[in-house]
């Protein structure tokens, strides 16, 4: 099946400084993967859209310069949290499709904590 | 727009079933549904898509009504191990490939031996 693998799996991280989360897909091609937020007892909100070889959309309300994702192969997608603050600790989780019309495969989440 | 999901919370006990309502105001291409235990990531569970329905597993099954934009998800002789909060998702567009999914606020179900 559809393997999407995430690192790390926790971090902690000072304010102000960046946090890099890796994506990959394991055993399939991903052209797009996305990236949800997750706040304690809410639900994942999908934060951007990240397209190989071109430019990440973002959705409404999300920093593009705050988030930076990296796409450069069809298996690693990157989002880099840069100056994080606090109020950027969440759960960041990442998925990716291997095949239209079915489930989403979902990597195991980072957890981010800015302290 | 975020689908809206029902109820927020069940309490069951083991072999017990469950039904959990999903609706959109606007037109369902597909619907998604996950469950996810606390501190992990989302496990995907099935796809229902437009003209049809695809069975992720026993006896956990779905239904998907197009013309009311809902869905519900049936869990029949509820096992201790379905504990944990139930999404909802939907595609914004007909194409769905390169679309991320909205999802609803969640169900918590817990199930009591």
């Known amino acids: 099946g559809a393997v999407v693998s995430q690192h790390p799996s926790r971090v902690i991280c000072k304010s102000g400084t960046s946090v890099k989360i890796e994506c990959r897909s394991l055993d399939f091609q991903a052209t797009t993967m996305f990236w949800y937020r997750q706040f304690p007892k809410q639900s994942l909100m999908l934060m951007a859209t990240s397209n190989e070889g071109s430019k990440a959309t973002y959705e409404q309300g999300v920093e593009k310069d705050k988030f930076l994702i990296n796409h450069a192969s069809l298996t690693l997608s990157t989002l880099t949290v840069t100056s994080a603050h606090p109020e950027d600790s969440s759960f960041y989780i990442c998925?990716?499709?291997?095949?239209?019309?079915?489930?989403?495969?979902f990597g195991s989440g980072t957890r981010l904590t800015v302290v | 727009q975020q689908p809206v999901q029902s109820p927020q919370a069940v309490i069951l006990r083991e072999g017990e079933d469950a039904v959990i309502n999903c609706s959109s105001s606007k037109a369902l291409y597909s619907v998604h549904w996950y469950r996810q235990k606390h501190g992990e990531a989302p496990i995907f569970l099935m796809i229902?898509?437009?003209?049809?329905e695809q069975k992720g597993h026993d006896k956990i099954s779905a239904s998907f009504n197009e013309k009311k934009q809902q869905s519900s998800l049936y869990l029949t002789a509820s096992q201790l191990s379905y504990s944990g909060t139930y999404f909802c998702?939907?595609?914004?567009?007909?194409?769905?490939?390169?679309?991320?999914?909205?999802f609803g606020k969640g169900t918590h179900l817990i199930i009591q031996p």
């Open positions: 998702g939907t595609v914004r567009y007909s194409g769905g490939g390169a679309d991320g999914l909205t």
């Open positions: 998925s990716a499709r291997a095949l239209t019309n079915y489930g989403y495969t």
């Open positions: 229902l898509l437009k003209g049809g």
